[in-house]
């Protein structure tokens, strides 16, 4: 006797859950003595998905920078001025290429010549350069450049053999 309320058999549904994976978010430091313009730097790359810290000068990002360079979660790029008070944005990166820290660094500058940049300190290796006034668009373009170039390709950066050492840096 068969109904027409009989419903055959079907294959249990199955559901297949695919996890993806998304990397932590970059984090990025940036140094610039200019209130608004280090405000206005955040604001657009964590709106772009990166994590941000800032600093109002070289030595607060010198501080920044050696709180964290051995920590899991170090940074991935530092964004700095080059003309700020106290230490400037070439000096620091003196200190950071001293310490041996494979960071990628923009430099962002209105009066150091970009040329002399990367001619008179070629071991600093900055990444990139940003000549102030830059666009929103201008930053975000060389924030990924810079980070897809370097992503799996982060090496030990060192200064000239005669720098001397952290602790004896005179800038």
């Not at 994976?21 to 003595?33: A, F, G, S």
């Not at 209105?110 to 006034?133: C, E, H």
Request: hydrophobic share 40%; charged share 20%; proline share 9%.
């Amino acid at each position: 006797m068969t109904s027409e309320n009989t419903t055959q058999a079907r294959e249990p549904a199955v559901t297949v859950l695919q996890c993806q994976t998304q990397p932590p978010p970059r984090r990025i430091l940036v140094v610039e003595d200019e209130p608004d313009i280090r405000r206005l730097n955040a604001e657009v790359l964590e709106c772009s998905g990166y994590k941000v810290d800032t600093a109002e000068d070289g030595i607060a990002g010198w501080k920044a920078l050696h709180a964290v360079s051995r920590a899991p979660d170090s940074y991935d790029l530092l964004i700095t001025d080059h003309e700020m008070p106290g230490l400037t944005g070439l000096a620091l990166v003196k200190k950071v290429r001293a310490a041996r820290m494979a960071l990628p660094v923009i430099m962002a500058t209105g009066a150091l010549p970009v040329r002399d940049l990367f001619t008179r300190y070629p071991w600093i290796q900055p990444a990139a350069a940003l000549v102030k006034p830059y666009s929103i668009e201008q930053l975000l373009r060389t924030v990924e450049t810079v980070l897809r170039t370097v992503t799996g390709s982060r090496k030990q950066i060192a200064p000239p053999p005669n720098w001397p050492s952290v602790d004896g840096l005179q800038l």
